[in-house]
């Protein structure tokens, strides 16, 4: 089996992960509403509970233990997507790349149940039980508030157009996409990018909201290769503030 | 996370007077009993006034209380701590509105209770005026914070109003889950390098006063509260509390290796009852009036997040919204 192909696909769903949930955790104790407050604190927690559990499979081939590995590297050293790395925004912001994301990695699980590498496959069969209630939610705003009234929809219109760029970087291709198919470790971001899309699109003609013209969309690319938007290292530095004020401890 | 029921507000007798004194008479017998009051029942105006107050005020503190630790979610150092710190601070988002639920019930919404928060005119728990600067300000808030409100919820939590003990048992199951969390924080700092240990007996200096005061003023400052008594709206006192709350804590700080900034703490064998310095009660007072080091921050953060949110709030009750089927 290609370890470093192996290795890129879990370092990117892993920092995927790990970002996106210390993202959505910022809105914890300052939601729209109670109820919604509570809904995005726990997937927050679930993605935060999903990047561990890549980050330990990197640890058995071989890389740092997960809280050196997520919490000491880098900028650079990431290889999350540019997307999740983006401040939250307002709610319609955050609502929007939520619903984005959540399908993308809906599909990427379920691709990854099949995985040949065993490991994968079976965190995979896992989490997809638990991103189906994230997909779920995700739905239930977007229709509701992409229907309510002329400020939801426009706020939530705005925020899919300035989206859109940063998730299609999502599907940004790895130097590995060939080795990673031919061994059935993972399919690919082209088949998942077209399952997305897909996907979204049922949501978003339930609604109001366009989806712009993807073929006229640059894709926001980089993360994958290590390289981000002005955001990415102030939040690793806030993230690592604690355990780098002391590197012997054990905390 | 609450603290002692300091806040009510001198019951006036003459609003008793107008009670029907034969309801009544059933309503204190039914206390008397055991029995729970539950939302329909009759009640007097007084009891009524005096729990929403007292379960607003709970609400409040854990919506605020919230955010002196939810700013460390992003710093917690590790997984371990940082899914377990992001799933304590969810459960007090969690109670405040189990909590504001409990007292819609006796008729006042949330959104008034919001409101009243912010305006000023509702209070909430003093602690949450106080600053966390480090960590171990945070981890100190886990474990002690948390441990004097489970004091306080769990003699709450036997008292007569139906919803608030149903929502009490819920919040202190809970609860002890935060304490265990705390107390495994607070070792590892206590036990670890000499800065950490310097970090947390300097949280310890800092917080040990502001906890004093949260169990409320000592019971010969007090005000007069035998009908909240007899009613089973106050179901320990304030200094009772603080007792228990030393009993079963200072041996566990000491046993850590750390100290209390108070010379004069100590048990007195003979009376079985913990000797202390008084905190400054006039420092209480004037943060309780909005005068601490973080009233206006956090009542600002609150404000700001319902102006946030209020076009969120708006549509959900827009009725041409096509989307109306419930979740689940």
Redesign the interface.
């Known amino acids: 089996m290609n370890n470093i192909a192996l290795k890129d696909l879990l370092y990117k769903i892993a920092d995927d992960q790990l970002i996106i949930g210390h993202r959505n955790s910022e809105w914890t104790g300052i939601g729209p509403i109670l109820e919604e407050d509570i809904a995005f604190s726990s997937m927050a927690q679930d993605k935060i509970g999903h990047s561990y559990a890549f980050f330990n499979v990197l640890h058995e081939l071989g890389e740092s233990d997960p809280d050196t590995t997520a919490f000491l590297r880098n900028a650079e050293q990431f290889h999350n997507c540019q997307f999740v790395e983006l401040p939250i925004g307002e709610y319609d912001f955050s609502l929007v790349r939520h619903f984005l994301f959540d399908h993308s990695e809906m599909i990427r699980f379920e691709m990854l149940t099949n995985s040949s590498f065993e490991p994968i496959s079976l965190i995979a069969r896992k989490l997809k039980g638990e991103v189906k209630y994230h997909i779920m939610h995700a739905n239930v705003w977007i229709k509701k508030l992409g229907t309510a009234t002329n400020e939801s929809i426009e706020r939530l219109q705005k925020s899919l157009d300035e989206a859109i760029p940063f998730a299609l970087g999502i599907f940004e291709e790895s130097k590995y996409e060939e080795e990673l198919a031919n061994e059935k470790i993972f399919p690919g971001e082209i088949a998942l990018k077209e399952r997305w899309i897909e996907q979204i699109s049922d949501v978003l003609k339930q609604t109001e909201l366009q989806l712009p013209d993807l073929s006229l969309t640059e894709a926001r690319t980089g993360g994958r290769y290590g390289r981000h938007t002005e955001y990415l290292q102030p939040l690793l530095d806030e993230m690592s503030e604690v355990i780098k004020s002391d590197p012997t401890a054990e905390w | 996370m609450y603290g002692g029921g300091n806040l009510f507000e001198t019951p006036k007798l003459d609003e008793l007077r107008n009670e029907d004194p034969i309801k009544l008479k059933e309503f204190e017998d039914r206390i008397e009993r055991g029995e729970k009051i539950e939302p329909n029942d009759w009640m007097p105006a007084l009891y009524r006034k005096q729990l929403i107050r007292m379960i607003e005020q709970h609400a409040h503190s854990e919506?605020i209380g919230?955010?002196p630790e939810?700013t460390?979610?992003?710093?917690?150092?590790?997984?371990k701590?940082?899914?377990s710190l992001?799933?304590k601070?969810?459960d007090e988002?969690?109670h405040?509105?189990l909590l504001?639920s409990a007292a819609e019930t006796l008729g006042k919404s949330?959104e008034q209770m919001i409101d009243d928060l912010i305006s000023g005119k509702s209070k909430y728990s003093n602690i949450f005026n106080y600053p966390t600067f480090t960590?171990a300000d945070c981890c100190f808030i886990s474990w002690l914070v948390d441990a004097g409100a489970i004091v306080n919820q769990t003699a709450n939590a036997r008292g007569s109003y139906g919803p608030y003990c149903r929502a009490l048992d819920r919040i202190c199951a809970e609860e002890s889950f935060h304490l265990k969390y705390g107390h495994h924080?607070v070792i590892?700092?206590a036990t670890?390098?000499p800065?950490?240990r310097k970090m947390m007996q300097e949280a310890i200096d800092r917080w040990w006063e502001p906890l004093m005061h949260f169990f409320g003023p000592p019971d010969k400052l007090s005000v007069h509260t035998e009908t909240l008594v007899k009613w089973k709206v106050k179901m320990a006192t304030n200094d009772e509390n603080r007792q228990q709350f030393l009993d079963m804590y200072v041996p566990k700080i000491w046993e850590l290796g750390l100290t209390i900034p108070d010379p004069n703490l100590k048990k007195n064998a003979e009376t079985g009852l913990w000797e202390y310095t008084e905190p400054d009660w006039a420092e209480f007072k004037r943060v309780i009036n909005g005068d601490g080091p973080c009233n206006k921050e956090r009542l600002a953060?609150r404000r700001?997040?319902e102006e946030?949110?209020?076009?969120?709030?708006?549509?959900?009750l827009?009725p041409?919204?096509?989307?109306?089927v419930p979740?689940a």
């Open positions: 919506i919230a955010l939810g460390w979610i992003t710093r917690a150092p590790g997984f701590r940082k899914m992001m799933a601070v969810q988002v969690g405040a509105q504001y949330r960590w924080c590892h700092l670890g390098t800065k950490q953060v700001v997040a946030r949110g209020e076009w969120v709030r708006q549509a959900m827009a041409q919204s096509k989307y109306v979740l």
